[in-house]
Structure formats: structure tokens, C-alpha cells
T-cell receptor, first 114, second 119 residues
């Protein structure tokens, strides 16, 4: 089954404790991205990657890191989480050749930083 | 800056009736795609419909159709014969195609419209 998976789905942590949210897709897509969703703000892009070893900042990259060592994986790293990073996070992927193709979204990760 | 505006934070409709969700966007690009995404309580993001800016014909998908007015930069979603399963948050989104292969491949979302379908 073609899908984007994220782990963990739910996470409660404390300020300053490094964490990684994993994202993996099995569709051989080149383009992957991370979004955060906050009430009243919609979804905002954090980082995106056009292909392996190619990443770039989105609209709200502060406090986040990403890496793209393999085509299928695009982890989101919070080196020192803070309460303002409490949010719902989505990973998405799409073939770079097909903007007309939909972005496939993962199921979301609910992160709470205390 | 490119923006997407959804002016209706919440809407409700009776089952089997028709409802229209509005979306306007601001861009200087001439080539782009527009999307409507649905987010039910499960939080999964589901593509409802897409529109290519160079196509004048409005996109339709079963009970869902759009009214795309490029000059007015308007992209409204019409849901016909509303069903209880249509209850969800709906997001309008935009991506400029010229920028896709460049330094910004950014899908820009509106803030969403919460739609409730009442029995």
C-alpha cells in the first residue's frame, strides 16, 4: 500500500529534550516536506527536500532541522524543543515531476512540549 | 508575499443541501495550481479537488466542484447534496509552478473553514 508513515503519532516531552519525528514514504517520491498545523493558522511549511541531500527552509524553519540521506526518509529533528513547538506535524511527499499529483500526507504527529 | 485567504472560519449546512466555501489568493505568478483539502476529525489530509491555473474549465469531482475566477483570484468550492461525512475542516491551498523547481517549493495553505453538516 502506497503511504507516508510518521512516528511517533503522539509525543509528550519536556523543554530542551532532543527529539526526532520520523517520516518514511514507499512511493519513490523525490519531493518531501514537513508542515505544522496550529489552530487558526492552517498548515505552514517548515522544511522541504527536492531530493536526496537537497533541503531548504520553508516559512517557519526556526528551531527545526531535517536531513535527507535516503530518498524514502525525511526525519524532523527538534534539537531543543520549546513549548511554542507544541503542534500537529505533517509529513508529505509527491513526485517532483507531478505538481498535478496530490501531495500524500502522513497521518500526523501530535507533539506537546511541557 | 503570496497568501491564501479563507474568510469563513465556520459554516454549517443541512444534509442534502448545497454549500459554497470561499477562497481568495494573492500572487503575481501566472502559472500555479490550486487545491482543496479536507481534514476530517481523524486529522488525515485528503485531497478533494485540484485546478490548474491555465485551464479555464472548472474542475469537478463527483459532488465537489470549483468556481475558478483567475482575474479575481478566487477559487470557491461547491459541495452538492451534502452528506454527514462531509463534516470536516476544509483548506484551500496554492502552489506556484514556476517556483517548484527553484528555491521555493512551498504549498501555501489558507487558515481553513470548519464545515458542519447537520442531519
Amino acid at each position: 500500500e502506497a503511504q507516508v508513515t510518521q512516528n511517533p503519532r503522539y509525543l509528550i516531552t519536556v523543554t530542551g529534550k532532543k527529539l526526532t519525528v520520523t517520516c518514511s514514504q514507499n512511493m519513490n517520491h523525490e519531493y518531501m516536506s514537513w508542515y505544522r498545523q496550529d489552530p487558526g493558522l492552517g498548515l505552514r511549511q517548515i522544511y522541504y527536500s527536492m531530493n536526496v541531500e537537497v533541503t531548504d527552509k520553508g516559512d517557519v524553519p526556526e528551531g527545526y532541522k531535517v536531513s535527507r540521506k535516503e530518498k524514502r526518509n525525511f526525519p524532523l529533528i527538534l534539537e531543543s524543543p520549546s513549548p511554542n513547538q507544541t503542534s500537529l506535524y505533517f509529513c508529505a511527499s509527491t513526485p517532483s515531476s507531478g505538481l498535478r499529483n496530490e501531495q500524500f500526507f502522513g497521518p500526523g504527529t501530535r507533539l506537546t512540549v511541557l | 508575499a503570496q497568501t491564501v485567504t479563507q474568510s469563513q472560519p465556520e459554516m454549517s449546512v443541512q444534509e442534502a443541501e448545497t454549500v459554497t466555501l470561499s477562497c481568495t489568493y494573492d500572487t503575481s505568478e501566472s502559472n500555479y495550481y490550486l487545491f482543496w483539502y479536507k481534514q476530517p476529525p481523524s486529522r488525515q489530509m485528503i485531497l478533494v479537488i485540484r485546478q490548474e491555473a491555465y485551464k479555464q474549465q472548472n474542475a469537478t469531482e463527483n459532488r465537489f466542484s470549483v468556481n475558478f475566477q483567475k482575474a479575481a483570484k478566487s477559487f470557491s468550492l461547491k459541495i452538492s447534496d451534502s452528506q454527514l461525512g462531509d463534516t470536516a475542516m476544509y483548506f484551500c491551498a496554492f502552489i506556484p509552478t514556476m517556483n517548484y523547481g527553484g528555491s521555493q517549493g512551498n504549498l501555501i495553505f489558507g487558515k481553513g473553514t470548519k464545515l458542519s453538516v447537520k442531519p
